[in-house]
Structure formats: C-alpha cells, structure tokens
C-alpha cells in the first residue's frame, strides 16, 4: 500500500528553526514535494526533491534520503505567518504525475 | 494567468441531489487533479487526467462519483446522489509534466456541505 508519516502537530517560537519530518512507503517514486497549507485556503507549492540531498531555497530548506524514505523540511528565522499545515507528497508514478499526500503536520508560531 | 479556477466556491445541497464541481486548469498545463479533503481523511487523490485522459481513478470512492475533462480547458466532478459523507473541501490541481519539475497547482477549492 501507500504510506505516508508526517507528526500532527508542532509548535515553535518566532525566530527558531523548526524541522518537520516525513517518512514514506510507495507503489513508485518521482520526486517528493512539500506544501504550506494555511487554513482555509489552497496548498501552495514549497519545494521539490528528487535526489538525495538538500535543496536551500531562502529560509526554507528540504532534505531527502531515498533509500531511508525520509525527508525534512526544515524552516527557519520563524515568524508568525508560517503557522500553517505542510503536507508532504510523493509522486509515485515514473512517467507520469500520481501524487499522494501525508496528513500533514500542523505548525504553531508562538511569539 | 489566474491560476486554477473552481466554481462555485461553496455548494451547499440536500442528500439525494446531484452536485456538479467545475474546474479551470491554467493554461498549457497537461495533467488534471481532483483531490477531496476532510478533517479524518486529510487531501486524497480522487482522479488525475493526462492530455484528457483518465489515468488513475481508483481514488473515486463509489459509482456516485464521475468526472469528465471534454477538453484542455475544462473538468467537471460530479457527484449523485450526494450524501452527507461527501461534504469536504473538494479541490482541483494542474500540473505541466516536464524533465524538470511537475509541481501541481491547486485552485481554491469547493467547499461541499450535503444537509
């Protein structure tokens, strides 16, 4: 079957570092995506992994270990209006586009 | 462009009606989503389209469910009878499949409640 993990819930302080963990068992696999969802609104598009690493983009950074199934993404100089659900997704079809999404984890910014 | 567009942004209908989702992919894109999601159950791929095509349908949850993409421009995610199982935030995504990246884009989603 397909599994995702990601932790419910998480809080932090403005200004820290928060990571917020995903692990993942799929059919396939063609990349994992991380999502900020705030509530009420749409998933918007955070970053993209494909191979093992670390991709940096600004103050939000995502890991990938493909033979672990882990990935992390990591944020931080936290503020406010980061409080919001991130969803983890696997594309697990090789030539297409089959995305399946985690639980998603939902962070709380405390001042 | 206006990124993916849903309509009607809210829906609410009686058991037993049939319920129509209307989605707009950004232009070019070539894949299609329908993804519904809930408090229990979280975001779950319902039926992904590329170029048109159905790919992927087992997320539909019964027969009740159907969904059409007539052309590049439009799909529709129809539901009926509707029950009150079904109320959730229905969202529609495009993607442009790529060598690159193929991110999905989601449009702000239909909120469905069946009294």
């Known amino acids: 079957g397909q599994n995702i993990d990601q932790p419910t819930e998480m809080t932090a302080t403005e200004g820290a570092i928060v990571q917020i963990n995903c692990t993942y068992q799929t059919s396939g696999f063609n990349g994992l995506f991380w999502y900020q969802q705030h509530a009420g609104e749409a998933p918007t598009f955070l970053s993209y992994n494909v191979l093992d690493g670390l991709e940096e983009k600004g103050r939000f950074s995502s890991f990938l270990s493909r033979s672990k199934g882990y990935s992390y993404l990591l944020l931080k100089e936290l503020q406010m209006k980061d409080s919001a659900s991130y969803l983890c997704a696997v594309n697990r079809d090789n030539y297409g586009q089959n995305f399946v999404f985690g639980p998603g984890t939902r962070l709380s910014v405390l001042p | 462009d206006a990124g993916v567009i849903q309509s009607p942004r809210h829906e609410v209908t009686e058991m037993g009606q049939e319920v129509t989702l209307r989605c707009k992919p950004i232009s070019g894109h070539n894949s299609l989503f329908w993804y519904r999601q809930t408090m229990m159950r979280g975001l779950e791929l319902l039926i992904y389209?590329?170029?048109?095509?159905?790919?992927?349908d087992s997320g539909m949850p019964e027969d009740r469910f159907s969904a059409k993409m007539p052309n590049a421009s439009f799909s529709t995610l129809k539901i009926q009878p509707s029950e009150p199982r079904d109320s959730a935030v229905y969202f529609c995504?495009?993607?442009?499949?790529?060598?690159?990246?193929?991110?999905?884009?989601f449009g702000q989603g239909t909120r469905l409640t069946v009294v």
């Open positions: 389209f590329n170029n048109n095509v159905p790919i992927d």
């Open positions: 995504a495009s993607s442009l499949v790529s060598l690159s990246r193929t991110e999905a884009f």
